[in-house]
């Protein structure tokens, strides 16, 4: 597999289309902290790494009374083919602020307003709304 960004997000989309309410994951260290930040930023209810097993296991967050998902679009930016590279003053807004963009940075894994806040650019990995 040359892209595991891009599986982990389509796993995480295809969970949230079949409504399910947790999805396994194999885990690496980028893949730990873009959990972190969905979880930070109240896209998934809870999420556990699994060692022994070397997986991430995460709750989707759902609302119980219209059954819809906290996740309506999770999408790829930067593939291993066509990198893609914002500078600070460049930095995307994804649906006018409403949702993050998640960027590989010097300073590590950060959205894109931690990263205007810190004034610096990077690898635009994925948008999350």
Do not use: W
Not at 74 to 88: A, D, N
Request: hydrophobic share 35%; proline share 3%.
């Amino acid at each position: 597999m040359t892209d595991t960004i891009a599986d982990f997000l389509t796993r995480i989309r295809n969970a949230v289309m079949a409504k399910h309410r947790i999805v396994e994951v194999p885990t690496s260290k980028v893949k730990k902290e873009i959990t972190k930040i969905l979880f930070n930023k109240g896209y998934i209810l809870s999420y556990k790494f699994d060692d022994e097993n070397r997986t991430i296991k995460i709750a989707l967050k759902y609302n119980p009374a219209t059954k819809r998902s906290a996740i309506t679009g999770i999408k790829r930016i930067s593939t291993p083919g066509l990198r893609k590279y914002e500078g600070c003053k460049e930095l995307p807004r994804v649906l006018n602020g409403l949702g993050i963009a998640i960027l590989s940075t010097s300073k590590g894994i950060m959205t894109d307003k931690e990263a205007r806040v810190q004034n610096v650019g990077g690898e635009v990995m994925c948008y999350v709304y």
